[in-house]
């Protein structure tokens, strides 16, 4: 049998490119984007809920295709963590829950220092000081791609009127959304980029600051503002900048009228809010709290984690894909987004049920399949 050369040279061809390397990835900003640990419930520590966020996700199901460093599982030591900013979890996680683009301290007090009970604390983490603990990990070409989502707690803090260290409103002594404070956290996050790329060859997606619930018309002003700085200078520096949310308004998963989102066969309901009463130690999902509590179906199929702040695992993992999908397009990628069958597989749902149209042709190819046989 003679070959064929063209598809010799094809095969020849495919063997010749090298395979994509692995991406070693890191992460920086707030909870949205840290790992959802316990075993502390003050500010500063890992978010321990019974959920998985996006970057756990892509740990567990892209981790062939990416690395986020070796993995420390929470203890009731805290000297057991990483250091003072990434605790537990992922060692390329630097970001904490409250973490802030603009570095400041708080106070827990709003009477001032000579108030009694006054106590001050710092939060958990700003994006310069996380910055600063990663460049080192680009330098040596051990992370090569950063993903960045800072900026919300800024203006949460904000919005609590929580006095500052040195005496006024948080960040800026008039405690006005003023040009200075969306400047400020503007600033901090494209100071943050440069030192990432001072640091090294390094890939960069940006999120764009999510508006939360129950923000003023005056702060969802100023929110804008930021993002536009972003949009325009981020992108400058040749950084891929995202809505994470995008796939809540143009997703084909999403309902345009009710933003319920179906992934499967399973409709989740907006803003819908997980309870405490949904976990249990019989729970099958994934991710369970640092108590042992895993999710029940109940618990999985909320829009929001228990904490009523945070998206819960279907949701994490609907952002998971847009981090893919950003990857791919941007970056020249090729991993393969998570499928419904995936995502629910992570809440406790081993298969998306196959629709009874589908069932019905294929029950009609396997009696043909018998009929042949037959005969």
Same mark, same amino acid.
């Given at each position: 049998?003679?070959?064929?050369?063209?598809?010799?040279?094809?095969?020849?061809?495919?063997?010749?490119?090298?395979?994509?390397?692995? #991406?070693?990835?890191?992460?920086?900003?707030?909870?949205?984007?840290?790992?959802?640990?316990?075993?502390?419930?003050?500010?500063?520590?890992?978010?321990?809920?019974?959920?998985?966020?996006?970057?756990?996700?892509l740990a567990d199901t892209r981790g062939a295709d990416i690395n986020f460093?070796?993995?420390?599982?929470?203890?009731?030591?805290?000297?057991?963590? =990483?250091?003072?900013?990434?605790?537990?979890?992922?060692?390329?996680? =630097?970001?904490?829950?409250?973490?802030?683009?603009?570095?400041? $301290?708080?106070?827990?007090?709003?009477?001032?220092?000579?108030?009694?009970?006054?106590?001050?604390?710092?939060?958990?983490?700003?994006?310069?000081?996380?910055?600063?603990?990663?460049?080192?990990?680009?330098?040596?070409?051990? #992370?090569?791609?950063?993903?960045?989502?800072?900026?919300?707690?800024?203006?949460?803090?904000?919005?609590?009127?929580?006095?500052?260290?040195?005496?006024?409103?948080?960040?800026?002594?008039?405690?006005?959304?003023?040009?200075?404070?969306?400047n400020l956290v503007a600033d901090s996050i494209l100071e943050g980029i440069d030192?990432?790329?001072?640091?090294?060859?390094?890939?960069?997606?940006?999120?764009?600051?999510?508006?939360?619930?129950?923000?003023?018309?005056?702060?969802?002003?100023?929110?804008?503002?930021?993002?536009?700085?972003?949009?325009?200078?981020?992108?400058?520096?040749?950084?891929?900048?995202?809505?994470?949310?995008? =796939?809540?308004?143009?997703?084909?998963?999403?309902?345009?009228?009710?933003?319920?989102?179906?992934?499967?066969?399973?409709?989740? $309901?907006?803003?819908? #809010?997980?309870?405490?009463?949904?976990?249990?130690?019989?729970?099958?999902?994934?991710?369970?709290?640092?108590?042992?509590?895993?999710?029940?179906?109940?618990?999985?199929?909320?829009?929001?984690?228990?904490?009523?702040?945070?998206?819960?695992?279907?949701?994490?993992?609907?952002?998971?894909?847009?981090?893919?999908?950003?990857?791919?397009?941007?970056?020249?990628?090729?991993?393969?987004?998570?499928?419904?069958?995936?995502?629910?597989?992570?809440?406790?749902?081993? $298969?998306?049920? #196959?629709?009874?149209?589908? =069932?019905?042709?294929?029950?009609?190819?396997?009696?043909?399949?018998?009929?042949?046989?037959?005969?």
């Amino acid at each position: 049998m003679t070959s064929n050369p063209i598809l010799l040279a094809a095969f020849s061809l495919a063997l010749a490119q090298p395979a994509l390397s692995q #991406v070693n990835m890191a992460l920086l900003g707030d909870s949205i984007i840290d790992d959802y640990l316990g075993p502390s419930n003050s500010i500063g520590t890992n978010t321990n809920l019974a959920a998985g966020s996006f970057g756990q996700i892509l740990a567990d199901t892209r981790g062939a295709d990416i690395n986020f460093g070796a993995y420390k599982a929470p203890t009731a030591n805290t000297a057991d963590a =990483w250091d003072s900013i990434r605790n537990f979890g992922y060692e390329y996680n =630097w970001a904490t829950a409250g973490g802030t683009a603009s570095a400041q $301290e708080l106070n827990l007090d709003f009477n001032g220092p000579d108030a009694p009970g006054y106590a001050q604390i710092p939060i958990a983490s700003n994006l310069a000081a996380q910055v600063a603990g990663l460049a080192p990990s680009i330098s040596s070409g051990d #992370v090569d791609t950063a993903v960045i989502s800072v900026g919300p707690n800024d203006f949460f803090y904000h919005s609590l009127v929580i006095d500052t260290a040195s005496g006024g409103f948080y960040p800026a002594p008039d405690g006005q959304l003023d040009q200075t404070f969306t400047n400020l956290v503007a600033d901090s996050i494209l100071e943050g980029i440069d030192t990432l790329q001072a640091a090294g060859d390094v890939d960069i997606i940006l999120g764009l600051l999510a508006k939360r619930p129950g923000l003023s018309e005056e702060e969802n002003t100023a929110i804008d503002t930021v993002n536009n700085r972003l949009l325009t200078e981020a992108t400058e520096k040749g950084v891929v900048v995202l809505d994470f949310m995008e =796939w809540t308004i143009s997703g084909e998963n999403v309902d345009p009228i009710t933003q319920d989102v179906t992934i499967g066969d399973v409709v989740v $309901e907006y803003g819908s #809010v997980a309870s405490i009463s949904d976990m249990s130690t019989e729970g099958d999902g994934a991710y369970c709290t640092y108590e042992g509590l895993c999710p029940l179906d109940s618990h999985a199929f909320s829009y929001l984690a228990e904490d009523g702040r945070h998206l819960n695992t279907l949701m994490q993992g609907m952002l998971a894909n847009e981090i893919l999908t950003a990857m791919n397009t941007h970056f020249d990628h090729d991993i393969d987004l998570l499928s419904d069958s995936e995502l629910l597989g992570l809440v406790g749902v081993s $298969e998306v049920p #196959v629709p009874a149209a589908a =069932w019905l042709f294929m029950s009609a190819l396997l009696g043909l399949v018998g009929i042949k046989r037959r005969n």
